[in-house]
């Protein structure tokens, strides 16, 4: 009896001070991965491409969105964090294609940051 009260309560310790790892959500995943080949494979080496730049932000956009309701805060940090790399190389006028290309650069990285980091949630 005492061992199964003991590992109640470890159990409820290890849930509640958020240790677990979250679920596997493929929906954000999927997300995840179309912006990280947006951001690291233009389209014939244009790196300002304004369609590509503007549909980077959405998505960035939607996993903001999404993770304010459905994940946690650290998540939802990192989704802002590369919201406001989205948002600034979308918002600028007339960037330079270097300025594009490093900008990207970024964005890659941190999507494959979370990549790595979020694929290793349970399935």
Same mark, same amino acid.
């Given at each position: 009896?005492?061992?199964? &009260? ?14 677990? /790892?979250?679920? &596997?959500?493929?929906?954000?995943? %999927? ?10 494979? /233009? ?38 964090? #590369?919201? %406001? ?7 600028? /006028?007339? /960037? ?5 290309? #490093? ?14 980091? &979020? %694929?290793?949630?349970?399935?």
């Amino acid at each position: 009896m005492k061992n199964t &009260f003991l590992s109640l309560l470890l159990l409820l310790g290890i849930t509640g001070c958020n240790i677990m /790892p979250d679920n &596997f959500d493929n929906v954000e995943y %999927g997300y995840l991965v179309e912006l990280n080949v947006l951001a690291s494979e /233009p389209v014939i080496e244009d790196y300002c491409r304004g369609a590509e730049l503007r549909r980077m932000d959405f998505i960035a956009s939607v996993l903001v969105k999404y993770s304010e309701h459905t994940l946690n805060e650290n998540v939802n940090d990192i989704y802002k964090d #590369i919201k %406001g790399l989205t948002k600034e190389l979308s918002e600028k /006028p007339e /960037p330079s294609s270097a300025y594009c290309k #490093i900008k990207r650069g970024s964005i890659t990285k941190a999507t494959e940051s979370a990549l790595a980091v &979020f %694929g290793g949630r349970m399935k």
